[in-house]
Structure formats: C-alpha cells, structure tokens
C-alpha cells in the first residue's frame, strides 16, 4: 500500500564551508502524524528545516508536498505550500501586541484592518486550545505564551505542516504538558508536525514515529511505540547512553558561599527576592528547586553581579561581594554558566576563541604588556574545544553564532568549569543539549564538587535537580521553603515545597 506523504525531503544534501551540514538525507513526513526528528547538537536536524523553510537552499535533493516537486526559495514559498516554523529563538517584535505581531508582513493593504484580525486570531486560539489574549503586548505575557505566538502565526497563514524547533527548551513543566496537549489538538484538527526535540521523554510522550540523524546521516527511521527511550538514545550517540548520575556519597567541607538575608529588587520593583540565606559548601552540589520566576532570576543576577542587592550580604570565602564589580567576583573564583547563552554567555560575533577568555583575556598568557596574545588564545580555545565536544566547522575560528544551540551551550561550560572556580553558579547548565552531551556536562558537574568546589546548581528539570544535587534548596515566591538532603526527598515532596507547602504540612 502507498504512504500517503505530505512532505517528502529526497536525498538532500547541505554543505557549509568545512562541514557537510545534511549528507543525503531522506525523510518522510505522512499526513496527519507528529515525526520527530531527532539527533546530537549539530546532528543537522535544524538546518534540514531550515531547508524545508525556505531559509537555506538544498545543495542536491528534491522536496516534494503532497507528491508535487516543489522548489522552496524563501519562507514565502514555504508559507504558500502550507509550511510553517516555531523557531528555537522566537521572532517576535517585544513591543507589538499579539495581533501585530501575527499580522506582521501580510497586512496587504495601506489600511490595516486589526479589529479583523483579532476577531480571527481569537477564534483560531479558541479551536486549537491556546488560550491568547490578542490584544496583550509580547513583552507582557510569559516565554510559553510568546510560544503560542508563534503557533497562531502558522496557523493564520493556514499551515497545514507545523515544523517546532526544540520547542520545550524555554518552558517550565507545566507550560510542557500544555503544548503536548496543543500538538495533540493540533494533530486532531488535520495537521501534520515534525518536532525536532532533544528529549526523549517528550517524543514517547507525544511523537508517532521517531527519524535520527547522527553527523549528517539518516541512521533510521523507527515507530516510538515500539522502540524503548534507551535504543533511541544509542541510535542518536552511536554508543550506550547512562540516563542516571553516577556519584558517590558527598564529603563536604567548609562553607564556600554564604548568602545572609539577601533581599533583591524584580523587574516590577517589588521585592523578588526576601531575606534568602543559603550556605553552599565545598565539595557539594545543593541544587535550587522553584517554579520558574520564584525568585531563582534574582538570586542568581545578585550573586553574579548583574543586579543590585538592597539589603544583605554574599560572602565568597568570608569575602563580602555584595557591592564590587563582575570582575572582582570572578577573580575571586566565582563562575557562571548563565541560563540565556546569547545574552550573557557568548558575544554571538566574535569567534569561539575569542568568546574563550573573554573573562580572562587581561591575565598572562593571554595577553603581555597590554597586547593579546592570539597563538595562545587559540590553544586555549582548542583544548576546550577538544575536552568538551564543541563542533564546529571552522574549530576555534568560528563565530560563536554559527554554532548549534547546543555546542554554544557546551562552549560555555567548557569556558567556566576550565577557569578552575572556588565557586561554580550553574543556571540550566544543559538546557538545549542532548542526552550524550547531558550525560557529559552531569560528570563534569560531579567532577567539579568531587574535587572539592562548591556548586550551586539552578534547573527547572527537577529530574536534574534530584539526581545531580547533594541538598536542594526550595524557593517560592522569592522566600527559602525548605533546605532538604537530596536522598531523603522525592519528587512529589518537592512538587509539593515548589508550590509552597513545607515539608510534612501536606501529609
């Protein structure tokens, strides 16, 4: 019997100078279903989109829509034939509303009819489940709304394909179960997703059949139902993936950072953050659970430097940094792996050598008499290059923005864990990153705290927390919860401190 294919990708290949992005690669997309495409970072799988979308053009290889050769110059093309695109990085202007920013680029005529089109985008978020206010500004509504967004943009412009581009990387768990429930509302209405996704967990969850890509290549296609979360994650690394931590017990010793009282200001100019104290020791990992927008923000721009404290102290080895400089924080053995990489990880335009030592370039042997010294920047960058697994095509030479997502992420932490900290902060540490490099990113993290530094470990992946930390600390609504050893909780007692019940009041 003949499949009855929406989307067919025949044989494409994808070259980039030094790598070969997408090599003959075949995938299938059958009307009605959700095909996840999975892989490394830099596997590949968003530059085959990237393709179908019309914003690269296929080297060889045919594509073909509902059996018809197509050629796809531009996104206009792709919107044409039904395609549409939730990007990893949203493309929403902050200060428009919903509404505009959904009608942006097809407005069509010198009068802009924008009762209409809210009228319309109304009745689409009401029949798909998205619950959006259309008239609400973007930079008013949360990341997993400006997701939603993004959807009512294809679904106005009557996308019948749906492509996600990691599409949980941003979300908390809640805002996860949700947009499982908007594919399935999707999928019932007639539409057809590829999901390009990291996790396995959501592509069991909601995926009817799974295509994995390992460094350019199709190494097959197979039917999640049938296939367990392990042979996918061993298609995906070319090797058995470890799901769980291994880490013997903690042997603490003194007190690295000590937060006393720390109140800090939110955005809205209230207190985010109220009278915290929280002590971190050297070799342990206590990990910072909380719904996302607690107050984790807060503490950790105070620690780091990027916000103001108002009232209370931070103490790095008995030093007050309260008041001093980024600089003066990091010299004294603080380091940060920042939970938005392209805002406060990496200059997006510099090369990845130079993104290196951008915390150390001032210090010998970066630089002498006031001018760098690039031949040893360059070995810097190649070591962490080589220890952490960063691919790229031009190694340390290329720019930080041309990396995937993932090797962006694997750069940064390669650049903070080899600057040898007293005091490790890490926010997300493997947000965006697949279970090989998960994996990896996890033993360097118990590397750090079994060599005798102290970690505090900020995730929404209370998985992450609970199998990575020694103490879990519990935040809600800016204020400590509880302080709890990681072996004597579980997941439903912390779900339960997260919402602000304490230990044993909701027995």
């Known amino acids: 019997m003949k499949e009855n294919y929406i989307v067919e990708m025949l044989n494409i290949r994808k070259e980039f100078p030094g790598v070969v992005a997408n090599d003959d690669i075949t995938i299938q ?71 505009e920013n959904i009608i942006l680029g097809m407005e069509g005529s010198k009068v802009l009819k924008i009762k209409e089109a809210s009228k319309k985008i109304k009745q689409i978020s009401t029949q798909y489940g998205l619950d959006i206010d259309p008239d609400k500004k973007i930079e008013d509504i949360s990341v997993g709304m400006q ?31 949700d947009l499982i429930q908007i594919m399935r509302n999707l999928i019932a209405e007639g539409k057809s997703i590829i999901l390009i996704t990291h996790k396995l967990k959501e592509i069991k969850a909601v995926a009817d059949r799974c295509t994995v890509i390992r460094r350019g290549k199709v190494i097959g296609t197979v039917n999640v139902k049938e296939t367990s979360e ?64 607690n107050g984790q923000t807060e503490l950790v721009e105070a620690i780091t430097g990027l916000r103001k404290v108002e009232s209370g102290s931070i103490l790095l080895n008995d030093k007050d940094l309260s008041h001093v400089s980024i600089r003066e924080r990091h010299e004294s053995g603080l380091s940060h792996i920042p939970e938005d990489r392209h805002k406060h990880g990496l200059v997006l335009e510099f090369t990845i050598a130079e993104n290196m030592v951008l915390k150390e370039f001032y210090h010998a042997p970066f630089s002498k008499n006031g001018f760098l010294n690039p031949e040893e920047i360059k070995k810097h960058a190649d070591k962490i290059i080589s220890l952490f697994d960063v691919r790229s095509g031009k190694g340390n030479a290329t720019l930080a923005k041309n990396l995937s997502g993932g090797n962006q992420q694997k750069a940064i932490v390669g650049r903070e864990v080899s600057s040898n900290p007293e005091f490790l902060i890490a926010v997300q540490p493997t947000r965006g990153l697949d279970v090989g490099a998960i994996e990896y990113i996890h033993k360097r993290l118990i590397e750090q705290r079994d060599s005798g530094k102290a970690v505090l470990l900020v995730s929404l992946e209370l998985d992450e927390i609970l199998d990575l930390s020694d103490r879990i600390a519990v935040i809600n609504h800016g204020e400590l919860i509880d302080l709890v050893e990681a072996g004597e909780t579980n997941e439903n007692e912390v779900g339960l401190m997260m919402a602000g019940i304490k230990r044993g009041e909701g027995q």
């Open 29 to 99: 997309l059958k009307q009605g279903e959700i095909l996840a495409l999975l892989g490394e970072n830099g596997a590949g799988k968003s530059t085959l989109m990237s393709i179908l979308f019309g914003l690269f053009h296929l080297d060889k290889g045919i594509i073909k829509v509902k059996g018809k050769e197509v050629r796809i110059s531009d996104p206009n093309d792709a919107n044409n034939l039904g395609i549409g695109m939730v990007h990893q990085h949203f493309q929403l202007v902050h200060n428009f509303t919903v509404t």
């Open 147 to 177: 997701q939603r967004v993004e959807i009512l943009k294809m679904l106005y412009r009557n996308a019948e394909v749906l492509i996600f581009d990691e599409p949980t990387a941003v979300l908390t768990p809640q805002e996860i179960i």
């Open 230 to 293: 392990a042979k996918m994650a061993e298609m995906m690394v070319g090797r058995e993936v470890t799901f769980t931590v291994d880490k013997e017990a903690s042997n603490p010793g003194k007190v690295i950072l000590e937060i006393k009282n720390l109140s800090v200001l939110n955005t809205q100019k209230t207190l985010g953050l109220k009278d915290f104290s929280l002590a971190v020791r050297a070799g342990e990992i206590v990990g910072l659970a909380g719904v996302d927008g």
